[in-house]
């Protein structure tokens, strides 16, 4: 069921806009909200995008970072199974929607844009029946947050077909530009130089989503000796709440360990291999710039990193390795001789291809300034 917009929707208006994105927690909801932000001030460079946070998650970090207004609101963390926490949600629920309301009232919101997480699900209860809502799901299976704001939203979008969420429109996942135009090749010796490592070698880029992983920084770090005895450089983000001790080997391409990617256009520029997660947002980012994977799904959840994986599999240009059986043996085993060799490489990258939606931040955003009722002023 759809919402009514503030005026009339027979012509557009063209007063400034005013854009609020809920997409808090981790980068994987902070991301596509911000790319959403950015094509959306492309295309009315007069509006104005306020973002929606609480103040334990990366937001506070990154949205600031990006140039747009944060607005803090009580996070609605929702317990996974019977706990005492769960008896005192409904509380939390009802004093977060009334502060999210106020938030809306104060920034003049026309449109609320939900990316899933805690941060959504308030947001959409504060907007039903005042202000137009937009779902985006990055997901094929939906979360709570993004299931119920569906049932009273204006739009829906998803990055896949088959989502189970009614009115679903395929769309994609909104990407950093700095990403869908990276050019990996022109600035590989740029990268490289950015981030010390070898300008020659076979490079392999190892991360585990913002936070890090475990079991990958275990099983990569436990193999440096066999990727530097077969003169392989290594950039590895092992998250900014861990530390990696890794043994040096002089005259051997360098095992390059940082808490935390700021430049992810120059990692993926760096890199010919990537051993990484695969959430929505990191599969998305892999296949648009090309670079082949060895994807390890996170173990827990509904089993949506699998689902994320698969496409590129399928297409050839990823593997996928269970968490459970990631170890240094098996990083000898399989990803050594992979980005040791350069003609297999070449054929995953070019089977990368073509997979994805390389504009869904700006057919995202016009479908947000369409649940608005504001005009497009710029296509550049």
Do not use: W
């Amino acid at each position: 069921m759809s919402e009514p917009v503030k005026g009339s929707e027979k012509a557009a208006r063209t007063s400034a806009p005013t854009i609020v994105v809920a997409g808090g927690g981790t980068a994987g909801h902070i991301e596509p909200a911000l790319a959403l932000a950015d094509a959306v001030m492309r295309l009315r460079p007069d509006a104005s995008v306020v973002a929606l946070g609480t103040e334990r998650g990366l937001e506070t970090k990154l949205v600031p970072e990006r140039g747009y207004p944060l607005e803090l609101i009580p996070p609605v963390p929702m317990p996974r199974k019977p706990t005492p926490e769960l008896l005192r949600l409904p509380m939390k629920v009802r004093d977060s929607v009334k502060q999210t309301r106020a938030v809306l009232a104060k920034v003049h919101a026309d449109v609320v844009v939900g990316f899933g997480g805690y941060v959504a699900l308030p947001a959409y209860l504060a907007a039903r029946g005042r202000t137009p809502i937009v779902v985006h799901e990055a997901n094929k299976q939906p979360g709570l947050a993004n299931k119920v704001g569906a049932r009273f939203a204006k739009r829906v979008a998803v990055a896949v077909p088959g989502t189970p969420l009614p009115g679903a429109e395929v769309v994609g996942i909104p990407l950093r530009r700095s990403i869908t135009t990276l050019d990996r090749a022109e600035l590989r010796a740029k990268a490289r130089e950015h981030f010390g490592l070898d300008p020659d070698a076979p490079t392999l880029l190892v991360f585990g989503g913002s936070q890090g992983a475990r079991t990958i920084n275990t099983a990569l770090s436990g193999a440096a000796k066999e990727l530097a005895d077969a003169g392989v450089g290594v950039l590895h983000a092992h998250g900014p709440k861990n530390t990696l001790a890794v043994q040096e080997f002089p005259g051997r391409p360098a095992y390059v360990p940082v808490p935390y990617l700021e430049r992810m256009d120059l990692a993926y520029a760096a890199a010919d291999v990537v051993v990484c997660r695969s959430g929505a947002m990191t599969a998305a980012e892999v296949s648009a710039v090309g670079l082949p994977a060895v994807f390890v799904p996170l173990p827990i959840g509904n089993g949506e990193q699998a689902v994320n994986a698969k496409p590129a599999v399928d297409a050839g240009a990823a593997l996928i390795v269970d968490d459970a059986d990631l170890t240094p043996s098996k990083v000898a085993e399989l990803v050594v001789p992979l980005v040791t060799d350069a003609a297999r490489v070449a054929k995953m990258s070019a089977a990368a291809v073509g997979l994805g939606h390389r504009e869904a931040d700006e057919v995202l955003a016009r479908i947000v300034l369409a649940a608005a009722g504001a005009k497009v002023t710029s296509d550049d």
